[in-house]
């Protein structure tokens, strides 16, 4: 049977070919291997018969191309079977840039990676000049870098400065310096788009070339001197044995300078060897964990129109923004105004830094309503729960609410601690109590826990899955447990820190041992960020519904009675200055050898544990949880991954010693014979 046609081909009366992607049975375009090879041989067809010039173009609605097809990612045997695709792959955007005839790439929506890399190969770019308007090369999120002549191209368009910059980072540039740092040659309505290409092909202006001091950047001599800089920058922020990509993206271009066909190759070598390294397969494991969260919202699900939130402080405040940012009407209910001025306030401030144009500000602006009095329950498809975490309050709050709910609204509680099952003790319909649980800051931690209990229906459970894709969030469903998954099992690890301080160790060293394992930041500069009244109240509930030993929190305690609560209040562990920790000089202190062992095994047990008790459905869930949740250090692909990746007889005999030394928080949890065996 032959394989459906995912380019159509076209040339009109003026001589003009009109290559047009459709990718057969999927919403977004993307560069399989099949794909490319049939663009190769519609190319070699032009190249024998040159048209007047060459537009292509993308029938999806929602974009040009997103890039390679990362699932392909996962076949490569090694780096010889990674390196014929890719160059393969080179090859085709070779024959694109060789047409003898003006190319133009008409881009609406978003060009990455791979697709972006495809336009690169074009001699003009047109693009839609509006918000949605995303050009990049975000491989380096994947552990590898621009394989289709991107680390070249980019270059020798843009300048060396900018084109390390969008690829160094990962980061998307938009509408807004599309054109002036020159990805684009013009920007038009989409109305605009066929004719402006059309027009180009007729006038053949001048190609884009970077500014003369850019180009000298790429000199030989030159290049020696701002290498070191550029590795540099990236240093400040992640070591090449945590991710080799970015330094090899630099290393190429300080070799070749962007010039010549070594260029190309070298990039192909480099890319197929960087797919052989763990940094790339669990980044690439991630990536495809994020589309199955992704997947989860029910596509029949009745999309949330109205949220009544109740409780303005942080949390309450900030998923009310959210909201209202996401396109939703929101009322926000406390107990008097004075509690919910500083949330719309606050509201105000993330409408500012995320919405440029002036008129949808003002829109996100009227979709939030303070509600003192609670008028928009009766209206409301979710009704949200944010108050402080007290059982018998909430359940007092239920019974004032449940009676004026929509027969069919959601009511969620953002408990962070509270198992669902007190709570919905009372409720006249517990079925339809449903745990979504945020984690802070709102706008920037992707995860949501969507959280069952005894008495929860499922298509409810389902609705709440929907609601945080709607959101733009990443819903994890898990059963109601203490603590969930992600407090669950940071609690440990936040412990541990505690236990190591305790002993002498200095703040900042217990930090640094963690962050040079990779994480984001060390537990304790975590404990602030999330808020040390936070940390303490459900560290010990946690602790107690488990009956799990905990370390003496007197330094804490002492903390929080000076309302030292954290970032939040300027002072925790850590004094903050302007969004920062100020963090003491430990000269000549070391942390112990086995302190990471420490802090990250206790963890990893405790998602054993998770697994065990079937808190959640699978490991991938629960990897996925963790690092959505906490930041858990990406390039290992999650704890569970990295035990496995470690050896699962490794970290028992690690275990097991560490509980000799240190006691039994550190004794193997059974969960881990499941995992050995390769049942779990």
């Known amino acids: 049977m032959n394989t459906p046609s995912a380019w159509k081909m076209e040339r009109d009366a003026e001589g003009i070919v009109w290559l047009t992607l459709d990718k057969p049975g999927t919403s977004t375009n993307t560069l399989s291997q099949a794909v490319l090879e ?50 393969s792959g080179q090859l085709v955007l070779d024959k694109l840039e060789q047409l003898p005839c003006p190319t133009v790439a008409a881009i609406h929506g978003f060009a990455l990676g791979g697709g972006f890399e495809l336009a690169l190969a074009c001699r003009y770019r047109v693009a839609v000049q509006d918000e949605r308007l995303s050009l990049g090369l975000p491989e380096v999120q994947l552990g590898i870098h621009p394989g289709f002549g991107g680390t070249v191209r980019c270059v020798r368009l843009i300048g060396v400065k900018p084109a390390m910059q969008m690829m160094l980072t990962g980061r998307p540039v938009r509408v ?10 013009r920007l038009v309505t989409a109305a605009e788009l066929d004719s402006a290409a059309r027009d180009i092909i007729h006038k053949k202006p001048p190609t884009h070339r970077p500014p003369f001091a850019e180009q000298v950047l790429s000199w030989p001599i030159v290049r020696s001197f701002v290498k070191p800089s550029l590795v540099a920058q990236v240093a400040a922020k992640t070591k090449r044995e945590h991710y080799p990509a970015p330094y090899a993206i630099i290393d190429l271009w300080a070799a070749h300078g962007a010039r010549g066909q070594q260029a190309y190759e070298a990039e192909a070598r480099s890319i197929a060897q960087l797919f052989t390294t763990e940094t790339a397969r669990n980044l690439v494991r991630i990536f495809l964990l994020q589309d199955r969260l992704k997947s989860m919202g029910s596509k029949g699900a009745q999309p949330v129109r109205h949220v009544h939130v109740v409780g303005a402080g942080v949390m309450g405040g900030d998923i009310a923004a959210w909201c ?61 729960e ?17 009676p004026r709910m929509k027969p069919t609204a959601l009511l969620a509680t953002n408990t962070s601690s509270i198992t669902l099952e007190p709570l919905a003790a009372k409720l006249a319909r517990p079925e339809r109590l449903v745990g979504l649980h945020f984690f802070n800051p709102v ?53 541990e820190a505690m236990y190591a301080a305790q002993e002498g160790v200095p703040l900042a060293v217990i930090d640094e041992a963690a962050v040079d394992f990779g994480m984001p930041m060390g537990p304790v500069e975590l404990a602030d960020v999330v808020g040390l009244d936070v940390a303490s109240h459900v560290g010990k509930i946690i602790a107690a ?38 963090k003491p000089p430990a000269a000549g202190v070391s942390a112990p050898a086995d302190l990471a062992d420490r802090m990250i095994l206790v963890l990893v047990n405790e998602c054993v544990a998770v697994l065990r008790e079937g808190i959640a459905a699978d490991a991938d869930l629960i990897d996925a949880a963790v690092i959505f949740g906490t930041g858990f250090a990406p390039f290992r692909g999650g704890p569970l991954a990295y035990a496995r990746s470690r050896g699962v007889q490794d970290v028992v005999a690690r275990l097991e010693a560490l509980a000799d030394r240190y006691g039994s928080r550190f004794r193997p949890d059974p969960g881990w014979s499941a995992l050995a065996s390769g049942k779990a």
């Open 38 to 87: 049939e663009l190769g041989a519609l190319l070699a067809q032009l190249a024998s018969n040159p048209p007047k010039g060459v537009v292509v173009r993308s029938a999806k609605a929602n974009g040009f191309i997103a890039g390679a097809d990362i699932k392909e990612f996962t076949s490569f045997k090694g780096a010889e079977d990674a390196y014929l695709l890719i160059r």
């Open 176 to 185: 807004d310096k599309a054109l002036q740092l020159g990805l684009v040659d």
């Open 324 to 384: 209202a940012l996401r396109g939703l009407t929101v009322t926000l209910q406390d107990r008097a105004a004075q509690y919910v001025e500083p949330a719309i306030k606050r509201a105000h401030e993330l409408f500012e830094k995320r919405i440029k144009d002036p008129g949808q500000r003002a829109d996100a602006r009227n979709r939030l309503e303070a509600d003192v009095e609670g008028t928009g329950v009766e209206d409301a498809d979710v009704v949200i």
């Open 386 to 402: 944010a108050i402080f975490e007290n059982l018998e309050a909430k359940q007092e709050l239920y019974a004032r609410l449940e």
């Open 443 to 495: 706008p920037q931690m992707p995860l949501v826990e969507i959280v069952s209990g005894e008495k929860t229906d499922p298509a409810m459970a389902q609705a709440g899955v929907s609601f945080a894709r709607q959101l733009d969030k990443l819903p994890v469903p898990c059963k109601s447990a203490p603590g969930f998954i992600v407090n669950r099992v940071l609690m440990p690890y936040l412990h």
């Open 545 to 582: 519904e488990l009956g799990r030993p905990a370390p003496d929190l007197a330094q804490l305690d002492a903390l929080l009675a000076q309302k030292r609560l954290g970032k939040k209040t300027g002072a925790g562990f850590y004094e903050w200055k302007d969004g920062k920790p100020v």
